[in-house]
């Protein structure tokens, strides 16, 4: 078998055959099914070759018999006999230019094909050379301005800037939290809402879309262009205009009349695959939909606009979807049925108990940086009922077996001393720890320690290649323990710098369902862990789940959106995640 191709690069492969299929004239829906493909494999959350070791790749939206078999094909063997000769007669060079802004398909080849531009690694280099010596603008169908905007263009590939690898759901958050501040601020913007996979609060996000509902669009897109953290402007026109900020990120905005706003909003939100299934839907009902309203099909009368998506959606005949569900992973469906899941929130938390905090235990791994009392003031705040400490154990390379006990044993004694002088606050405290698992399953911690701890997290933090096999059988024997309540991350995955680790999670599912264990949905930004679409398979199968942030410091508590928006993105109620649990409910589970 060969080694495991990425999403990105799948996803690219995927591009580049619908590209030469626009190319070739093949059939639009045969294009259109490719892209389709490509985006849902690019913003998945679970590495792709493992779905197919599954035998479930046709369980992603987009991903349908005849693609599924191609990529069988291209993981059993390397490459896909039918791309092959889907790119024959393609120059090569017209692959590369696709990745730069205002580059489709047929554009990419026509430049590449006049000019003989058939090496994709000097492509870029090569054109833009061409470009600055005016040879562009004497092509048919360009002029000066084309070859100018390609020149930028290029220029902006280069460094970087266009096109930027998509970034953690958090840091692209933050930054359009502060543009839609800075639009609020203008009285025209009667409302603002982040678009596309933001709004979907997808784990890593590409460009920042902005909508604004204003009467006057000249007014607020003047307003959006002196944001102070601009650094170019790329365009602007009379429905939107594009920015550059100083960091590189491209920020999009679109403005739109308040009366048709509803239908914009919907039209930019739902992914590709949401928006296609959503308009097949209601072609069969005789509409037609678009960014603008709804129109009868061979009526008369003009476009019907709506000031709110849950109008548009009335108006299809459907109840209004919330965006983290708009992913063509059944809700359409749902929603004709009336079956839509009524989606865990924020008023539902009642705790967590993945908190790590300053006390020095002389730790396997890092140290957080507030203390107990810091930390239960701040879980006051949040309305919290309980909070669960879980420092990372004692490292077993620097202590001896009664110096650990030792250590937890003092710990015990001080956070009770702790909770005796913090009267006032009323969070409930759970004494836990996280501990490592071990390549061979053991747990780093010798057994009269547990007499010190209500419960403990079991995390994988090492050795992280073993076989499916392996792993497997190591974390089943992690959670064997009675006081293995919670899988930690539990596939190990850092967004954008390791991928999840393997393991047979249909085995693991089922052993937490039967033993009544828990899996972590990990807020923190790097992990998201699980995903969405593997919490959505645990709800199926009918596993407790439960929501923490593995804070280090206090501030970090705040996370908890994050894996909430997780949460919803699989579909997760409030009975589906345990922290929704009040205090005694979720004692008894926890220590039961």
Not at 389 to 394: E, Q, Y
Not at 449 to 475: P, W
Request: proline content about 4%; hydrophobic content about 40%; glycine content about 6%.
């Amino acid at each position: 078998m060969l080694s495991k191709f990425s999403n990105e690069e799948i996803a690219r492969l995927l591009r580049q055959v619908a590209a030469a299929y626009s190319v070739k004239g093949f059939n639009y829906f045969r294009i259109i099914a490719y892209d389709k493909a490509a985006e849902t494999v690019e913003k998945s959350n679970i590495d792709i070759k493992d779905l197919w070791d599954e035998n479930r790749l046709v369980d992603l939206p987009g991903i349908g018999k005849s693609i599924a078999e191609y990529l069988s094909q291209l993981f059993k063997t390397g490459h896909v006999r039918h791309f092959e000769e889907v790119f024959k007669g393609l120059p090569k060079g017209m692959f590369p230019l696709l990745d730069v802004s205002g580059f489709g398909p047929k554009k990419a080849y026509k430049i590449s094909k006049q000019f003989k531009l058939y090496n994709p690694q000097t492509v870029v280099s090569s054109l833009l050379k061409i470009a600055k010596s005016g040879k562009i603008a004497r092509l048919p169908g360009f002029g000066k301005k084309s070859e100018q905007d390609i020149i930028e263009a290029l220029e902006r590939f280069r460094q970087g800037q266009a096109k930027q690898k998509r970034m953690p759901l958090p840091y692209a958050f933050a930054t359009a939290k502060l543009i839609l501040e800075y639009l609020k601020k203008n009285p025209l913007t009667v409302k603002a809402y982040p678009l596309g996979s933001l709004r979907r609060m997808v784990s890593t996000i590409g460009d920042i879309d902005i909508a604004v509902a204003t009467k006057e669009p000249k007014k607020v897109i003047d307003w959006f262009l002196k944001y102070p953290k601009t650094n170019k402007i790329i365009e602007v026109g009379t429905s939107g205009a594009t920015i550059y900020l100083n960091t590189g990120q491209q920020i999009d905005l679109r403005v739109q009349s308040p009366q048709s706003f509803g239908a914009m909003l919907q039209y930019f939100t739902g992914s590709k695959a949401h928006n296609i299934h959503l308009r097949e839907y209601a072609l069969k009902r005789g509409m037609s939909l678009s960014e603008y309203g709804i129109k009868k099909i061979n009526a008369r009368k003009s476009i019907k606009t709506y000031a709110s998506e849950e109008e548009f959606y009335k108006a299809v005949g459907l109840p209004w979807i919330p965006p983290e569900l708009r992913e063509d992973r059944g809700e359409i469906e749902a929603a004709q049925k009336n079956y839509l899941p009524d989606l865990v929130g924020r008023s539902h938390i009642r705790g967590e108990v993945h908190v790590h905090s300053n006390y020095n235990l002389e730790p396997s791994h890092d140290l957080g940086s507030s203390s107990l009392t810091e930390l239960l003031k701040v879980a006051s705040l949040m309305n919290y009922e309980y909070l669960g400490i879980s420092d990372h154990n004692p490292s077993i390379s620097k202590h001896t077996e009664n110096g650990i006990i030792d250590i937890l044993k003092k710990r015990k004694y001080k956070f009770e001393q702790i909770l005796l002088s913090n009267k006032n606050v009323r969070v409930k405290l759970f004494i836990m720890l996280e501990v490592d698992i071990l390549p061979d399953g053991q747990l780093a911690l010798p057994e009269k320690a547990f007499n010190y701890l209500d419960a403990i997290i079991v995390s994988v933090h090492s050795s992280f290649f073993l076989t499916k096999e392996a792993m497997t059988k190591r974390i089943l024997k992690g959670l064997s323990h009675p006081k293995a309540k919670i899988l930690g991350h539990p596939t190990g995955r850092l967004i954008g710098s390791r991928e999840a680790y393997d393991a047979d999670w249909r085995a693991i599912f089922d052993f937490c369902r039967l033993k009544n264990k828990a899996l972590e949905i990990n807020a923190y930004p790097d992990r998201l862990d699980l995903n969405d679409y593997m919490v959505k398979r645990a709800i199926e199968n009918h596993n407790k789940l439960i929501i923490n942030t593995d804070s280090h410091q206090k501030e970090q508590l705040s996370l908890i959106n994050y894996g909430i928006s997780v949460a919803r993105r699989g579909w997760a109620t409030k009975n589906d995640i345990l922290n929704t649990l009040s205090y005694q409910e979720f004692k008894k589970w926890l220590t039961g």
